[in-house]
């Protein structure tokens, strides 16, 4: 039966179909030899919101801070279970296929006897069977006979979890479930089990699953930079391929979201079948979606050679993307990522009529108890809600509704009036909607008032503790962030209402580097500072927690040092372009855990030291260059004085001196 297992898999994946579009037509590539590089994370710190549409959030987080774990070390080393999660179309059913081949080469697991693999959307046909054997019986009929898995070492591998339909019933089992489906799969938990599925799946399963104590859980990343070279040099044609890493390198949201099968494939097309490469085509998140969107309709879905303005003109065409839009809208809006044709002809009256035409975007999961269907990646649904809502909802609207709080920023995006943009022929779907309603301008003036609400909770929290949480000063924090990348999505400027927002609201200006910023985010403020500061306006503070910087946050820094108020450096940074352009009111340098020679503390902060007003200092106790601190303060226009150093606080120059000179007399 073993060897039997292993042939079926050597010839059932041996070539797999590449993750790309159309979905419908893939290319067979030999799995062995050409497996491309994944990314594969520890996700144990990883807990997020059950809610899907944070996953696209998440995961530009993660891509920031994680540590590559080698695919020798988590199959080699037998785990009872590991479960696996990543964003849509990240490469889980790729690395679990790969992990199938490699058994069957005894490459991994060679103390399993059996291996067993099954989809989650073929299991929502058997609803009616309630043990492992009748489930093995029915998707092994050919390679098994009389078999009994109690007589054997057997590893069940689940792919597609988030598909399954009764998850909620298996989170929650009990013996009263009327699924037997359910049943037979809570069975398999008493064998080794690998289960895989997108992120808030797993973080629901993973409750279930707490008894296990050889337990990995593991997140896919994608591609790695490897990997996406790899792709760039197989897949594009090489008068392209420049063209295409040039174009990814100039866009943070293009350069995170290649690392993802579907959209690296999706901007290679593009790219490639363009003639002229509009720089604005992945500007911004929105604009990235808004070409994929477009390019797979006019592609894939419709198949013509149009230009996407004669294509809109079509009102069909239009209509098609205003069902797709709603469909996406009104089940976002609901948290549903399965969702059947009863649920959808509730607000699109003939679904029955132009079910097929909807294929690609949305997948059909055939069941004996019906068709199911869900979205083929959640960002794509999250941006054909936000498109729904720019054109059918009144900013009041948009505004009132909590779910669409993480559509705002691709809302906002939506009013980027660019001419070049293909933003435009997705703004005005519906005649009826006054275009010229400033949602931009509603949006950001209510993250700034949410973000004042924040801080007045916060400074009265002490009086009030039982009825706020503790976090506010995060929330703070969170609708500023939102607020910037709102406006960069924008792409606006510095215009009066946003001047007056601004001013009225009075936003705290705060810029942070720090190693949990994406670089999207960075993008974002740079972006947000460079119309800030052109508009005559002045930062309250730049703080500094980050010693290896990207280009993106060195230039940050450049920008806000042109005019800024306070600064706090938590650490030594060096690059020659640093240097303030005007007076600054408080420097704050703490390096109190880091020995710096004196030529470095010099090259770091000398420049900022000689344009401040006041300074507070920490250093760290066995640095040797006091005395030449000293006379760098003397020499400046210091006004104000705080230094700590071995213990002893200085806060004027006097004291400075006595401590140089005791110091001189005892050496």
Same mark, same amino acid.
């Given at each position: 039966?073993?060897?039997?297992?292993?042939?079926?898999?050597?010839?059932?994946?041996?070539?797999?179909?590449?993750?790309?579009?159309?979905?419908?037509?893939?290319?067979?590539?030999?799995?062995?030899?050409?497996?491309?590089?994944?990314?594969?994370?520890?996700?144990?710190?990883?807990?997020?919101?059950?809610?899907?549409?944070?996953?696209?959030?998440?995961?530009?987080?993660?891509?920031?801070?994680?540590?590559?774990?080698?695919?020798?070390?988590?199959?080699?080393?037998?785990?009872?279970?590991?479960?696996?999660?990543?964003?849509?179309?990240?490469?889980?059913?790729?690395?679990?296929?790969?992990?199938?081949?490699?058994?069957?080469?005894?490459?991994?697991?060679?103390?399993?006897?059996?291996?067993?693999?099954?989809?989650?959307?073929?299991?929502?046909?058997?609803?009616?069977?309630?043990?492992?054997?009748?489930?093995?019986?029915?998707?092994?009929?050919?390679?098994?006979?009389?078999?009994?898995?109690?007589?054997?070492?057997?590893?069940?591998?689940?792919?597609?979890?988030?598909?399954?339909?009764?998850?909620?019933?298996?989170?929650?089992?009990?013996?009263?479930?009327?699924?037997?489906?359910?049943?037979?799969?809570?069975?398999?938990?008493?064998?080794?089990?690998?289960?895989?599925?997108?992120?808030?799946?797993?973080?629901?399963?993973?409750?279930?699953?707490?008894?296990?104590?050889?337990?990995?859980?593991?997140?896919?990343?994608?591609?790695?930079?490897?990997?996406?070279?790899?792709?760039?040099?197989?897949?594009?044609?090489?008068?392209?391929?420049?063209?295409?890493?040039?174009?990814?390198?100039?866009?943070?949201?293009?350069?995170?979201?290649?690392?993802?099968?579907?959209?690296?494939?999706?901007?290679?097309?593009?790219?490639?079948?363009?003639?002229?490469?509009?720089?604005?085509?992945?500007?911004?998140?929105?604009?990235?979606?808004?070409?994929?969107?477009?390019?797979?309709?006019?592609?894939?879905?419709?198949?013509?050679?149009?230009?996407?303005?004669?294509?809109?003109?079509?009102?069909?065409?239009?209509?098609?993307?205003?069902?797709?839009?709603?469909?996406?809208?009104?089940?976002?809006?609901?948290?549903?990522?399965?969702?059947?044709?009863?649920?959808?002809?509730?607000?699109?009256?003939?679904?029955?009529?132009?079910?097929?035409?909807?294929?690609?975007?949305?997948?059909?999961?055939?069941?004996?108890?019906?068709?199911?269907?869900?979205?083929?990646?959640?960002?794509?649904?999250?941006?054909?809600?936000?498109?729904?809502?720019?054109?059918?909802?009144?900013?009041?609207?948009?505004?009132?509704?909590?779910?669409?709080?993480?559509?705002?920023?691709?809302?906002?995006?939506?009013?980027?009036?660019?001419?070049?943009?293909?933003?435009?022929?997705?703004?005005?779907?519906?005649?009826?909607?006054?275009?010229?309603?400033?949602?931009?301008?509603?949006?950001?003036?209510?993250?700034?008032?949410?973000?004042?609400?924040?801080?007045?909770?916060?400074?009265?929290?002490?009086?009030?503790?039982?009825?706020?949480?503790?976090?506010?000063?995060?929330?703070?924090?969170?609708?500023?962030?939102?607020?910037?990348?709102?406006?960069?999505?924008?792409?606006?400027?510095?215009?009066?209402?946003?001047?007056?927002?601004?001013?009225?609201?009075?936003?705290?200006?705060?810029?942070?580097?720090?190693?949990?910023?994406?670089?999207?985010?960075?993008?974002?403020?740079?972006?947000?500072?460079?119309?800030?500061?052109?508009?005559?306006?002045?930062?309250?503070?730049?703080?500094?927690?980050?010693?290896?910087?990207?280009?993106?946050?060195?230039?940050?820094?450049?920008?806000?040092?042109?005019?800024?108020?306070?600064?706090?450096?938590?650490?030594?940074?060096?690059?020659?372009?640093?240097?303030?352009?005007?007076?600054?009111?408080?420097?704050?340098?703490?390096?109190?855990?880091? $020995?710096?020679?004196?030529? +470095? @503390?010099? !090259?770091?902060?000398?420049? =900022? *030291?000689?344009?401040? /007003?006041?300074?507070? %200092?920490? $250093?760290?106790?066995?640095? +040797? @260059?006091? !005395?030449?601190?000293?006379? =760098? *303060?003397?020499?400046? /226009?210091?006004?104000? %004085?705080?230094?700590?150093?071995?213990?002893?606080?200085?806060?004027?120059?006097?004291?400075?001196?006595?401590?140089?000179?005791?110091?001189? %007399?005892?050496?």
């Amino acid at each position: 039966m073993c060897t039997a297992l292993k042939n079926y898999y050597r010839e059932s994946y041996g070539k797999i179909n590449e993750v790309q579009p159309p979905l419908k037509v893939p290319a067979n590539v030999d799995l062995m030899d050409n497996f491309v590089d994944l990314c594969i994370v520890d996700a144990v710190s990883t807990q997020m919101d059950f809610v899907f549409n944070f996953e696209r959030k998440k995961f530009l987080e993660k891509q920031m801070n994680y540590t590559p774990i080698p695919y020798s070390e988590i199959f080699m080393k037998e785990k009872s279970v590991i479960l696996l999660s990543g964003i849509a179309g990240i490469g889980k059913t790729w690395l679990l296929r790969k992990c199938l081949l490699d058994w069957s080469n005894d490459l991994i697991w060679k103390n399993v006897e059996l291996v067993f693999y099954m989809e989650c959307r073929k299991l929502n046909q058997y609803q009616n069977i309630s043990n492992i054997n009748e489930l093995l019986s029915v998707f092994y009929k050919d390679v098994l006979n009389d078999f009994s898995i109690s007589n054997h070492s057997a590893l069940f591998i689940i792919d597609g979890l988030d598909e399954f339909k009764y998850l909620n019933e298996l989170i929650n089992c009990s013996s009263s479930c009327n699924y037997p489906i359910v049943n037979a799969l809570t069975e398999v938990q008493k064998y080794k089990y690998v289960v895989a599925g997108r992120v808030y799946a797993i973080d629901q399963y993973q409750s279930i699953s707490t008894e296990h104590s050889n337990k990995l859980t593991i997140q896919i990343m994608g591609f790695n930079q490897k990997g996406i070279h790899n792709y760039i040099e197989n897949k594009v044609i090489d008068e392209k391929k420049d063209v295409v890493k040039e174009t990814l390198n100039s866009s943070s949201i293009a350069k995170a979201m290649a690392s993802v099968p579907f959209y690296l494939c999706s901007m290679c097309k593009i790219i490639s079948d363009s003639k002229e490469m509009n720089k604005n085509s992945f500007l911004t998140m929105t604009n990235l979606y808004a070409s994929i969107f477009l390019y797979f309709f006019q592609n894939h879905i419709i198949k013509t050679n149009k230009l996407i303005n004669k294509i809109i003109e079509d009102d069909s065409n239009k209509k098609y993307i205003l069902n797709i839009c709603k469909i996406a809208y009104e089940l976002f809006v609901e948290n549903k990522v399965i969702f059947s044709e009863e649920e959808i002809q509730t607000f699109i009256i003939d679904f029955d009529k132009i079910e097929t035409n909807l294929f690609g975007f949305i997948e059909k999961i055939e069941t004996n108890q019906g068709c199911y269907y869900q979205f083929a990646h959640l960002t794509i649904m999250e941006f054909c809600a936000s498109v729904y809502a720019y054109n059918y909802l009144s900013r009041e609207e948009i505004i009132a509704n909590k779910k669409l709080e993480s559509c705002l920023s691709m809302i906002c995006g939506l009013s980027n009036i660019c001419q070049n943009s293909l933003l435009k022929f997705l703004v005005n779907l519906n005649p009826l909607k006054n275009c010229s309603e400033k949602v931009l301008y509603s949006i950001l003036d209510r993250l700034l008032e949410l973000s004042r609400q924040t801080n007045y909770l916060n400074t009265y929290y002490d009086y009030y503790e039982h009825y706020y949480k503790p976090n506010n000063d995060l929330l703070e924090t969170y609708y500023i962030n939102l607020f910037i990348e709102c406006f960069y999505e924008s792409q606006s400027s510095f215009t009066d209402e946003i001047k007056f927002i601004v001013d009225e609201r009075k936003l705290w200006r705060e810029i942070s580097i720090n190693n949990g910023k994406t670089f999207y985010e960075t993008s974002c403020k740079n972006y947000f500072v460079n119309h800030y500061i052109k508009s005559g306006r002045k930062l309250s503070e730049l703080r500094v927690h980050k010693n290896i910087l990207s280009d993106e946050e060195k230039n940050l820094i450049i920008q806000c040092s042109t005019n800024v108020r306070d600064v706090h450096f938590y650490c030594p940074i060096k690059f020659e372009e640093c240097k303030p352009k005007n007076k600054i009111e408080w420097l704050s340098i703490n390096i109190s855990s880091y $020995l710096i020679t004196k030529k +470095d @503390f010099e !090259e770091n902060f000398l420049s =900022w *030291i000689k344009l401040c /007003n006041g300074l507070i %200092l920490a $250093l760290h106790e066995d640095i +040797d @260059f006091f !005395e030449e601190i000293f006379e =760098w *303060i003397r020499c400046s /226009n210091i006004k104000k %004085l705080s230094i700590f150093y071995r213990g002893k606080y200085f806060d004027n120059l006097d004291k400075l001196k006595n401590f140089i000179t005791e110091k001189s %007399l005892i050496s």
